[in-house]
């Protein structure tokens, strides 16, 4: 059959799409000419070109071999709080050591005073120095001895001058002093210096019994 004039047919892209779809012909949008190529066409005849349109490509899912452990998930630590600074106690100072203290040494308690006196003393003279005493010792002036009438040899006084205050201790080993002055002692030169009373020759002086003497007293006054 003839037809007195070819017949363009216009594919539009809708109809592409399902064309394309249907044979694998690409081109959407390009135009297929069928019958006569048209006046002015490139080349003594123009051709319908077929496109093959690639069907779409769809991802696979990810295969995951056979007896492969999958990774295990992060494991997101909750926040761990800082650990407090440590408490560093304060360095005690040590206690100063305590002072040492010496003890404070006890006086020896006063001898107990056995007879007390008063009368008045007088001194021995330089040259009585050297001589032999009443009981066998030799005088000097310069110890602290004195000579009684009746107190037993060695027996401690304490004479004490009222008017200097001063005080000296003595022991018997003579006898005197004999005569009527009424003097009841005579001491050393040196016993005599510590009472203060050189000059005078004399002085009234009190006297006190410390210990007796080893023999009995005659007649104490």
């Known amino acids: 059959m003839n037809f007195p004039h070819s017949r363009r047919v216009k594919l539009t892209r809708p109809t592409?799409?399902?064309v394309?779809?249907?044979i694998g012909v690409a081109g959407a949008g390009e135009r297929l000419v069928w019958g006569r190529p048209q006046p002015g066409a490139s080349g003594s005849r123009a051709e319908a070109a077929a496109v093959v349109v690639a069907p779409a490509v769809i991802a696979a899912p990810p295969v995951v071999a056979a007896g492969m452990a999958a990774a295990p998930a992060?494991?997101?630590l909750p926040n761990v709080a800082a650990a407090p600074a440590p408490v560093v106690a304060p360095t005690a100072t040590p206690a100063p050591a305590p002072a040492v203290v010496a003890p404070t040494p006890t006086p020896a308690p006063a001898p107990a005073v056995l007879a007390t006196v008063t009368g008045e003393a007088s001194y021995y003279a330089e040259a009585l120095e050297?001589?032999?005493?009443?009981s066998g010792s030799v005088f000097h002036n310069a110890e602290m001895v004195a000579a009684h009438r009746s107190y037993p040899f060695g027996t401690v006084l304490?004479?004490?001058n009222p008017r200097s205050g001063e005080?000296?201790?003595?022991?018997?080993?003579d006898?005197?002093?004999f005569g009527r002055s009424g003097r009841i002692l005579d001491l050393s030169r040196a016993a005599a210096a510590r009472l203060g009373y050189i000059r005078e020759g004399h002085a009234d002086v009190e006297v006190e019994v410390l210990s007796w003497g080893d023999r009995p007293a005659s007649s104490a006054r």
């Open 74 to 76: 992060p494991v997101i």
């Open 167 to 173: 005080s000296v201790e003595v022991t018997v080993v």
């Open 130 to 134: 050297g001589r032999r005493t009443a």
């Open 175 to 177: 006898r005197g002093p």
């Open 20 to 22: 394309a779809g249907a």
């Open 158 to 160: 304490r004479v004490t």
């Open 16 to 18: 592409l799409l399902l």
